[in-house]
């Protein structure tokens, strides 16, 4: 609502991914709390200027971590989590103190655009939500030597070792855990199956093991058996 002259409902609702009913609920309290928002539901909704939230008191380089670590995001990352990055990076502006503003804006600190990342054949997006979600997936999935396999996985964390991205996770077929390169994956979809933590499957149990990401980095998995 800082951003823009007048907001409708229907658009706070497809950004926040709610129903509109519940932005005209929040709306009401955000009333009822004191904040000075004008409109009705069918027109829209503004927020009347002079309006502050407390300011967030960054010094110069904690401001250099966050818009050096957004840059990276955006250029790095798939395009729904780029633009999270840039919304980030808006939300911060729109609260600190006046003097900071053009520092942040200006910082020389920036992650070119232009890079070699191998390609992935699927959203990596959809990934992510079921690593967050907790969410079985399965794919084809072919090896350094060529080897194809079909496998069924607890997607456990992703890391980013430049070009390639890899997954984590606990492997049905291997009864184990296992490395994947996304660039590698074929017929990407998800599991009808949610997972519940158990131990020895477990994030936590994958990184208490020696070298985890770099025992055969990049892609474990590319290892026999």
């Not at 929040?26 to 009333?31: C, S």
């Not at 729109?94 to 655009?113: K, S």
């Not at 992935?120 to 794919?139: E, P």
Request: charged letters at 30%.
């Amino acid at each position: 609502m800082r951003r823009k002259d007048l907001v409708r409902a229907r658009d706070l609702s497809e950004a926040l991914e709610v129903s509109e009913r519940t932005i005209y609920r929040d709306i009401q309290d955000l009333v009822a709390s004191g904040v000075p928002i004008e409109g009705e539901a069918g027109v829209g909704y503004v927020l009347k200027a002079g309006f502050d939230l407390p300011p967030l008191m960054f010094k110069e380089q904690e401001i250099e971590a966050l818009v050096l670590g957004a840059r990276i995001v955006e250029s790095l990352a798939d395009a729904e989590l780029a633009a999270a990055a840039s919304d980030v990076i808006a939300k911060i502006e729109a609260v600190i103190p006046e003097r900071l503003r053009g520092y942040m804006a200006n910082t020389a600190l920036l992650a070119p655009g232009i890079r070699y990342m191998e390609p992935i054949s699927f959203d990596l997006s959809v990934l992510r939500r079921a690593v967050r979600n907790q969410i079985k997936v399965h794919f084809g999935y072919r090896n350094v030597y060529g080897v194809a396999s079909t496998r069924t996985v607890r997607p456990l964390s992703l890391a980013y070792f430049g070009p390639v991205w890899l997954l984590a996770a606990w492997c049905e077929l291997r009864e184990d855990f296992r490395t994947f390169r996304l660039d590698r994956i074929e017929d990407f979809g998800l599991h009808e199956d949610r997972f519940r933590p158990e131990s020895g499957k477990t994030l936590h149990d994958f990184l208490k093991r020696p070298q985890t990401w770099t025992r055969g980095s990049p892609g474990a998995e590319d290892m026999p058996g």
